[in-house]
């Protein structure tokens, strides 16, 4: 059974930097392209960042960009998010995807397989 495993939030201050990591394990995700989304209360679930199964492309929200970087190690089937400059509007429940056909989306519905989620608080 395919399973991923996130790790690495906690409570950080603004400005500060966590990384991210999700872990899959059963078969391998080396040919699924990755997201992660988060999701904070009363809100909906959105796009944070993924790349494809290449490990060469990336997508990124908007409100991200210039600060989280998504990468890959294929060897290890994990996938990192590491987020700089951390803002209090970054507090939420991050979650890993994996999306069997391989190329970036981002949507939630694209994606095949979740992990339970993380949680990432950033204090003002």
């Known amino acids: 059974q395919k399973q991923l495993v996130e790790s690495g939030g906690g409570l950080v201050q603004a400005g500060g930097s966590l990384r991210l990591s999700c872990v899959s394990s059963?078969?391998?995700?080396?040919?699924?392209?990755m997201g992660w989304f988060r999701q904070a209360p009363g809100k909906e679930r959105e796009f944070v960042a993924a790349?494809?199964?290449?490990?060469?492309?990336?997508d990124y929200a908007n409100s991200v960009k210039g600060r989280f970087t998504i990468s890959r190690d294929s060897a290890k089937s994990t996938v990192f998010l590491q987020m700089n400059s951390l803002k209090p509007e970054d507090t939420a429940v991050y979650y890993c995807?994996?999306?069997?056909?391989?190329?970036?989306?981002?949507?939630?519905?694209?994606?095949?397989?979740w992990g339970q989620g993380t949680q990432v608080t950033v204090s003002s």
């Open positions: 995807a994996a999306d069997a056909l391989g190329v970036i989306t981002t949507t939630p519905d694209g994606y095949d397989y």
């Open positions: 790349i494809d199964w290449s490990g060469i492309n990336t």
């Open positions: 059963g078969r391998t995700f080396s040919n699924y392209a």
